[in-house]
């Protein structure tokens, strides 16, 4: 097994596998000697991750909603779907999240799609293009402007955040959580950013707090 996973790991770094495909997973916790990761880093299969002593990092998949928390000295070999672990120890649980929105981290947007977006009517504005299942989202943002979360199906619930470099984390990903900021479950929601936007709805069994990063990200198009 050892002689398998180390062929594997030579063919990925010779082949560069990690980085001709689309991200899968979000590194959502790291701790202790970690390398080839980042919080909130997109990572995608073939990524090799190393754990030295007292390591810990915790992946969400997009797409298969696996979240694992992977300790002790090893290596990690992003996949699909799941990790394949060397030495270390992996706990695995499936979270809620919307496996469809896995399919919009890796897509560039153009011009074009900007001008839909802003030339959409009310009716089609209000549909949601993915679902949360954490009441205080995490979103991409640009790291500088005004950040504006508005409800859209109810009115008079707004929230405006300028972006400092203090509140982002990673230079471009606001937590709502950090300041005990909730909405409402079953809500429908835009999230903009300048010309930037996003369309969302809160399940309705929706926690709140800082919950699992995958079931709360949102991305601005």
Known sequence: ???IFVAVVGFVGFTGLAAAQAPVAVVEEVQGKVTGAEFMDYVAPG???KLGPAGLVVLG???SCVRETITGVGTVIVGAEESMVHLGEVKTSKVQCDSSHSQLIDREVGESAATVVRSMDEKNSMSPRFTLYGLSPVVETTGRGKLVVERLDVKGERYDVDLI???VVRGKFYDFAKTSTTLRPGG???ASLGSRRAIFLVDRRAEPGAT?????LVRLQ
């Open 47 to 49: 990524k090799v991750i």
């Open 61 to 63: 998949y997009m797409k």
């Open 212 to 216: 699992p990063i995958i079931g709360r």
């Open 1 to 3: 097994m050892k002689s």
């Open 165 to 167: 470099p203090a509140s």
């Open 188 to 190: 429908i929601y835009a």
